[in-house]
Nanobody
Framework: EVQLVESGGGLVQPGGSLRLSCAAS????????IAWFRQAPGKEREEVICLSSSTGRTRYKEGRFTITADNAESKAYLQISSLKPEDTGVYFCAILIGREYCGDVKEYEYWGQGTQVTVSS
């Protein structure tokens, strides 16, 4: 069974940084497109960054978001810098197994449960 578990969320002051983790299990973590999405209260889920494991290319919303992956540990990470109050929301990781390119939000079959990030002073 494919599982994704996010962690690392919390309350952060504006201007701070945060690193979220996504631990994957149930499949071989070596050929995938993995993305981080954010869902703010009352808004639709939006992609903030995506990584293709085969090409190493990323697709990102802003330069403040960085994605890395550790295939040996079956983990992916989202680093967010210069946090703003509008970054507040639930952050989800999602994965397309065996896919070379990042997809649309509707294409992702596997999702984590999300981790809350609140940016406030």
């Amino acid at each position: 069974e494919v599982q994704l578990v996010e962690s690392g969320g919390g309350l952060v002051q504006p201007g701070g940084s945060l690193r979220l983790s996504c631990a994957a299990s149930g499949f071989t973590f070596d050929d995938y497109a993995i993305a981080w999405f954010r869902q703010a209260p009352g808004k639709e889920r939006e992609e903030v960054i995506c990584l293709s494991s085969s090409t190493g290319r990323t697709r990102y919303k802003e330069g403040r978001f960085t994605i890395t992956a550790d295939n040996a540990e079956s983990k992916a990470y989202l680093q967010i810098s210069s946090l703003k109050p509008e970054d507040t929301g639930v952050y989800f990781c999602a994965i397309l197994i065996g896919r070379e390119y990042c997809g649309d939000v509707k294409e992702y079959e596997y999702w984590g449960q999300g981790t809350q990030v609140t940016v406030s002073s």
